[in-house]
Nanobody, 130 residues
Framework: QVRLVESGGGSAEAGGSLRLSCSIS????????MAWFRQIPGKEREGVASFDNASYDYIGNKRYSDSVKGRFTISRDNGDNILYLQMNSLEPEDTGTYYC???????????????????WGQGTQVTVSS
């Protein structure tokens, strides 16, 4: 059974950076899609970044929401089995709870649909002040 545990959240000023980590335990598969989502108070959970396990180190495989494209980078350290989200040029609108998630479908099928992701971490809070 796959377990995901996020860390690295905290507070930052606008324009600053944070790096989130997601420790992955259990067996994931090449066909899995790994993703980061966030939930801003009063809004639905939204996907921000994802990649297919089969080609996690291929830049062209990475998908980003329009709101974070060019500022956030998703990556994976396969040796340590950790998923990262590097967040630069933070904005107050990035404030929310961030979750890592796993889908047994490829990202091209799962998209950023929360119903396609069956494994979730507990979330880590990010607060960006202006």
């Amino acid at each position: 059974q796959v377990r995901l545990v996020e860390s690295g959240g905290g507070s930052a000023e606008a324009g600053g950076s944070l790096r989130l980590s997601c420790s992955i335990s259990g067996t994931t598969y090449q066909s899995d899609c790994m993703a980061w989502f966030r939930q801003i108070p009063g809004k639905e959970r939204e996907g921000v970044a994802s990649f297919d396990n089969a080609s996690y180190d291929y830049i062209g495989n990475k998908r980003y929401s329009d709101s974070v494209k060019g500022r956030f980078t998703i990556s994976r350290d396969n040796g340590d089995n950790i998923l990262y989200l590097q967040m630069n040029s933070l904005e107050p609108e990035d404030t929310g709870t961030y979750y890592c998630a796993r889908s047994s479908f490829r990202c091209g099928v799962a998209g950023f649909s929360t119903s396609q992701f069956k494994t979730w971490g507990q979330g880590t809070q990010v607060t960006v002040s202006s």
